[in-house]
């Protein structure tokens, strides 16, 4: 039989060879194989089992840090000018009684009387001798 | 056998509901889409393959893909034809790689047991060299045939499934036939 000849009836031929081929059913357990791949599979477009708290989180880290770096700021701004305002430094003269000497100028509490006893408010030495 | 017996000539279309749940991640609606056609999609790779095994990945692996792919799916009613195309890249990258040696079983040759008429010996002859000649078409070739004679889809299905113009359907469609009877030639050239 040419190829022609039988390329005319394979129409139908090859139909029905393409039938019994496919005429096989699927392992019973395909469905199960299936679904078991898909949940270990995650969808495109959809986060991985990612709730909306790490979400939340992210946002509560960037407010974290920019909270953070504004309070770093203002610190670093403060103390650039404390230390660079000399009048709130306390000046020392030599002639001074030691803990005068050591005393930032302003208000202390002090002991009047010795230990235990009450303490009040009081300008220190440092301070009137400062001025 | 009819075609109808085998229940792949028409696929029943997905509820598009079940569709739309399952690409919002619900597993048990993509379950059931999965038991309502996973044989369909399995006997069309297996048309196209012609080997159990490679079908039975084929149609897992197109299942899974479907899986992960269906948030993108824009319009679920045309979850068949879009999973059909999925199954037939799959089998087509499966034909691609493919480097196994094909088994033949000694049983398959009814003349050892059962020595027919001429006539049955003629028609199954023809079907073997029918089904050898098939198998050395390319993916693209075999995948048009299948669905054209075996799920008896229209050329503006096949259209829809292979994503291409109705017009290359035609085309294709013939170009298939032709080289079938190309391998028909070379098939009979090396009959025994």
Same mark, same amino acid.
């Given at each position: ?131 | ?51 159990? =095994? ?10 899974? +893909?479907?899986? !992960?792919?269906?948030?993108?799916? +824009? ?16 089998? !087509?990258?499966?034909? !691609? ?10 049983? =398959?040759?009814?003349?050892? +047991? ?24 390319? =993916?693209?070739? !075999? ?32 170009? =298939? ?16």
């Amino acid at each position: 039989m040419t190829a022609d000849r039988l390329l005319t009836q394979s129409e139908e031929r090859l139909t029905q060879m393409l039938v019994a081929r496919a005429s096989r059913s699927a392992r019973p357990d395909l469905v199960a194989e299936i679904v078991a791949a898909a949940q270990a599979t995650p969808q495109r477009g959809r986060s991985i089992a990612w709730p909306a708290w790490p979400v939340l989180n992210g946002r509560m880290a960037i407010a974290a840090l920019v909270v953070a770096t504004t309070v770093l700021a203002a610190a670093f701004f403060l103390d650039h000018g404390r230390r660079s305002t000399p009048s709130r430094r306390p000046r020392v003269r030599p002639g001074l009684p030691g803990p005068a000497r050591r005393q930032p100028p302003g208000l202390h509490w002090r002991s009047r009387g010795g230990e235990g006893q009450p303490t009040s408010l009081v300008w220190s030495r440092a301070a009137l001798t400062c001025r | 056998m009819d075609r109808a017996a085998i229940a792949i000539a028409s696929p029943l279309p997905a509820s598009v509901e079940l569709v739309e749940l399952a690409a919002r991640g619900d597993i048990d609606a993509f379950e059931r889409l999965v038991a309502a056609g996973s044989d369909r999609t399995y006997r069309l790779a297996l048309a196209v393959l012609g080997n159990e =095994a490679d079908a039975h990945d084929a149609t897992q692996d197109s299942y899974v +893909r479907a899986w !992960r792919e269906l948030p993108r799916l +824009r319009q679920p009613a045309k979850f068949d034809a879009w999973l059909y195309r999925i199954v037939i890249n799959a089998c !087509r990258a499966r034909l !691609r790689n493919q480097r196994r040696v094909r088994e033949i079983s000694f049983d =398959a040759n009814p003349f050892e +047991r059962h020595q027919p008429g001429p006539a049955v010996a003629d028609t199954v002859a023809d079907s073997e060299l029918i089904e050898r000649a098939f198998d050395r078409l390319d =993916a693209n070739r !075999r995948a048009i045939l299948v669905l054209h004679y075996l799920q008896n889809e229209s050329v503006s299905s096949i259209a829809a499934v292979l994503g291409i113009a109705p017009g290359t359907v035609k085309w294709r469609l013939s170009d =298939a036939r032709a080289a079938l009877a190309r391998a028909l030639t070379a098939e009979g050239e090396t009959r025994p």
